[in-house]
């Protein structure tokens, strides 16, 4: 080893860091960077400001992606991101990146961030907290005026909730079926770009390809009760969970429900009622974490005095395998086509675009996170992600990982969802301390 080498390396040793990580013997009391800290109430306010938009008279909370709510919401985060000297840019997906210089700018950046986008009615916190800290970690920096080796990042992707059409764009994921399908907003995914400032035309041209970026950070509410109920501080996320649709239509003969026996019907509620019990059965009937819903149904044509003659489902399956979910698709197929005999109607299965891979995470920055979180006196757990996340995509092109912290009673996508301030600032620190950590490395 050259001499400069080992001097560079026992000097690395002795501050406790190492590859992607820091020793475990390391400590706050040591000096451990700087010391630095977030400003804790500065990202709970935040939190509050970024709430009021799109908040209706009911005071629930209506930022889907796309609407007029959500362009304002993005205006108020550029505003702040250009006092923060990040000069933001919005690629043709509709992101929002906020760059900061390196000391070495040949280096390939280090990124973080999460969406602002919302579901219909849902809560402050989901992915909002993952972009309020890191830009929190940007002015810290500033602050201090402190320069890392790497460049750094803040990436604010669009429309996460419906679809994650931002990460799955910036990989190469996005297809022309995808951007044609009906948002929430009531926009396509092409039109709602359009709306946000992008140019989904030339979504192409903004590919992210392999080793483009060092490493991605996300931070985020865990969205379930298991860091709560086990009173852990900081989640560290091995996997992000595949996510598929399926449109499920089923068409029965719509007749007087007075004059045609039962006998004689072809219901098609009815037989939506029995294959919604189906799936129900089939995902409960194998071991493991995966889970089957049927979270929308449409019946028509919807009057008092007529049978149902078509009924339209949506079907999700969630897992960690790719294997399993075909599997439970399949026996769920089957069970349709049994409940089709039966019942005298057709069932057919529509796979819809912009479905979701599953995702493991980088293991190295796995115990980069784990290390740092221990490092700061947290207490940590190793566990999978049931949500998608903008991360799954990423991390088909870089070391990607997550950090969560606790969600009160395990809610979300609700008014009700909450994180506590003191939850919130420690998932900051771990992420801040995790970035200075991993710039350490080349």
């Known amino acids: 080893m050259k001499r400069r080498n080992f001097i560079k390396n026992a000097s690395l040793t002795a501050l406790g860091v190492t590859v992607f990580g820091i020793m475990d013997s390391y400590s ?28 209706d008279e009911k005071g629930h ?74 830009l929190e970690v940007m002015e810290i920096l500033n602050e201090n005026n402190m320069i890392t080796e790497h460049p ?14 931002g990460s799955k764009s910036m990989v190469g994921d996005i297809t022309t079926e995808g951007l044609k399908q009906k948002s929430q907003s009531g926009l396509s995914m092409g039109e709602g770009i359009k709306a946000i400032g992008g140019n989904p035309e030339n979504i192409q041209t903004y590919i992210r390809k392999k080793r483009d970026i060092h490493a991605w950070l996300e931070l985020h509410i865990e ?18 969970v595949g996510i598929v649709h399926w449109e499920v239509t089923i068409e029965g003969f719509a007749n007087h429900a007075g004059a045609t026996q039962m006998n004689m019907r ?3 509620l ?20 995966q889970v089957g819903t049927v979270g929308k ?54 796979r819809q675009a912009n479905e979701s891979k599953p995702a493991l995470t980088d293991k190295k920055l796995q115990q980069t996170i784990k290390t740092t979180a221990k490092a700061l006196g947290f207490t940590t757990k190793l566990m999978q992600s049931g949500a998608g996340h903008d991360t799954q995509h990423i991390g088909a092109i870089a070391p990607a990982a997550m950090i969560f912290i606790p969600s009160i009673g395990g809610i979300s996508h609700s008014p009700k969802e909450f994180s506590k301030a003191v939850d919130m600032e420690n998932g900051a620190n771990v992420l801040l301390q995790t970035i200075l950590s991993i710039d350490k490395t080349s």
């Open 270 to 289: 009815l037989a939506a009622s029995k294959f919604i019990i189906a799936v129900n059965e089939v995902i409960t009937s194998v071991k493991g974490t």
């Open 223 to 240: 969205q379930g009760g298991i860091l709560e109920k086990e009173n852990i501080q900081i989640g560290v996320v091995e996997g992000i």
């Open 297 to 350: 149904i449409a019946v028509q044509p919807g009057a008092y005095n007529v049978i149902p003659g078509k009924v339209i489902m949506g079907l999700e399956i969630r897992d960690l395998s790719a294997e399993k979910i075909e599997m439970l698709f399949k026996q769920i197929e089957n069970r349709a086509a049994a409940i089709a005999k039966e019942s005298k109607t057709k069932i057919n299965f529509a």
């Open 152 to 165: 750094l990042e803040l990436i604010i992707f669009s429309n996460e909730e419906g679809g994650t059409i």
């Open 28 to 55: 706050k009391s040591t000096g451990f960077f700087n010391n630095l800290k977030v400003n804790g109430k500065r990202i709970e306010t935040r939190i509050f400001e970024l709430a009021k938009f799109g908040l």
């Open 61 to 134: 909370g209506t930022r889907v992606a796309y609407t007029k709510a959500d362009i304002e919401g993005r205006a108020w985060f550029i505003e702040l991101m250009k006092k923060a000297g990040l000069d933001p840019t919005i690629d043709t997906a509709g992101n929002i990146i906020g760059k900061r210089k390196g000391k070495n700018n040949s280096l390939k950046p280090i990124c973080f961030g999460s969406h602002i986008d919302m579901v219909p009615d849902g809560g402050n916190y989901d992915g909002t907290l993952g972009s309020i800290a890191a």
């Open 266 to 268: 072809q219901d098609a």
